[in-house]
């Protein structure tokens, strides 16, 4: 199993009062959760967006601090011609296409400020469907 989420490094939404969100430090908080709380059973893959006017030694840097998580795996992607909110979104819906994910692996697409409290998350995930939709609550 996977939780795909996706960063955009460079700046954050300016609407609905993201703008000041710490989505980075939220990235980092919801990675380890995955991984804690489902008792590793939940891989993550990180896809961190930037632009050509990123400082790359601060990238760079934040992409270490995950270093030592064990099944968190960091991608980084240079924006497009997308724009930077729908390379994010889009990102992390086509994570199969990386060559680490297998054809019977199971992909969560989850925003980087969902922290999972309960490992009965990934109980619907073991029942015999191809989709599974959860709703918010």
């Given at each position: 199993i996977w939780a795909s989420m996706s960063l955009y490094w460079s700046e954050n939404h300016q609407d609905f009062g993201k703008s000041e969100y710490p989505y980075r430090f939220a990235a980092q908080l919801s990675s380890r959760?995955?991984?804690k709380i489902t008792d590793a059973e939940v891989n993550v893959l990180l896809t961190i967006i930037?632009?050509?006017?990123?400082?790359?030694?601060?990238l760079e840097n934040y992409v270490k601090t995950f270093e030592t998580e064990e099944g968190v795996v960091i991608i980084l992607e240079k924006t497009s011609t997308l724009g930077c909110v729908l390379q994010s979104q889009l990102?992390?819906?086509f994570a199969f296409k990386n060559?680490?994910?297998n054809d019977e692996d199971i992909i969560?697409?989850?925003d980087v400020d969902i922290f999972?409290?309960?490992?009965?998350?990934?109980?619907?995930?073991?029942?015999?469907f191809t989709t599974w939709i959860y709703?918010?609550?």
């Open positions: 959760l995955w991984r930037y632009n050509e006017d990123t400082n790359m030694e601060d990102s992390r819906m060559k680490f994910i969560l697409i989850s999972v409290m309960d490992k009965k998350i990934v109980e619907p995930l073991k029942l015999p709703k918010y609550g």
